[in-house]
C-alpha cells in the first residue's frame, strides 16, 4: 500500500487499438517523409556502408535509444530498470515514479538527442555515410511511435500527475491529500 499516491489511471498501450493505429501511423509517415527525402537527394547512391553492418548500425542504433531512456530514468530515481525484450522490440521502464515534466523528458529524450547528433553527422560527415545515417535519422523518427504516444496520452493529466513506467504500461498516480 502506498502512503504517499494513489493510482488514478492506467494507460496500456499493448491493449488499446488506437494505440497500435497511432504507433503503425507515426511509423508509415516517417518512413514515407524519409523514403521521399532519400529518393530527391540521391543519398542511396552513396552509401559505402554494406551488408551486416549497415543491419548491424541499425540495431544498435535501437538499443543506444533504449539506453538514452535508462540514462534519463536514473538521472531522475534511483529505482529498479526493468527491461522488457520482445523480438522485434525492446522497451525499459522503471519502478519509480515520475513527474509529468521528468516523463516527457525520458519519452522524448532519445528522439531529440539522437536527431539532433544524425543531423549533425548527415551535414558533417562524409558523403558516402549520408545515405546510412539518414536511414538512422528516419528510423529515429519512425521508431519512436510509442514515445510520442506517451506524451500525447500524458495530456490529459494534469501537472501534478506522477507516471510509472513498467515497460509494459503505464501507472498514472496522483499525491494523497
Known amino acids: 500500500m502506498d502512503k504517499i499516491f494513489e493510482q ?22 516517417f518512413i514515407a517523409v524519409g523514403a521521399i ?5 540521391g543519398a542511396i547512391f552513396n552509401n559505402s556502408l554494406k551488408g ?3 543491419l548491424l548500425g541499425c540495431l544498435c542504433y535501437i538499443v543506444l535509444h533504449e539506453t538514452i531512456h535508462l540514462i534519463f530514468m536514473k538521472m531522475f530515481s534511483k529505482e529498479r530498470l526493468c527491461i522488457s525484450i520482445k523480438f522485434p522490440t ?5 519502478n519509480a515514479k515520475f513527474s509529468k515534466v521528468q516523463f516527457i523528458i ?15 553527422a548527415i551535414l558533417f560527415c562524409s558523403k558516402e555515410y ?11 523518427f519512425a521508431g519512436s511511435g510509442g514515445d510520442y504516444l506517451q506524451v500525447f496520452e ?21 499525491r494523497k491529500p
Open 52 to 54: 551486416q553492418w549497415f
Open 130 to 140: 549520408t545515405f546510412f545515417f539518414t536511414i538512422l535519422l528516419i528510423l529515429n
Open 8 to 29: 488514478i489511471g492506467t494507460i496500456n498501450y499493448k491493449k488499446s487499438k488506437y494505440a497500435n493505429a497511432f504507433i503503425i501511423g507515426s511509423f508509415v509517415f
Open 106 to 120: 525520458i519519452a522524448i529524450a532519445p528522439v531529440v538527442i539522437l536527431g539532433a547528433i544524425l543531423i549533425a
Open 37 to 41: 527525402i532519400v529518393s530527391l537527394s
Open 90 to 94: 525492446i522497451s525499459v521502464g522503471s
Open 154 to 174: 500524458m495530456r490529459k493529466f494534469s501537472a501534478d500527475t506522477y507516471f510509472q513506467d513498467n515497460s509494459i504500461e503505464t501507472t498514472v498516480y496522483k
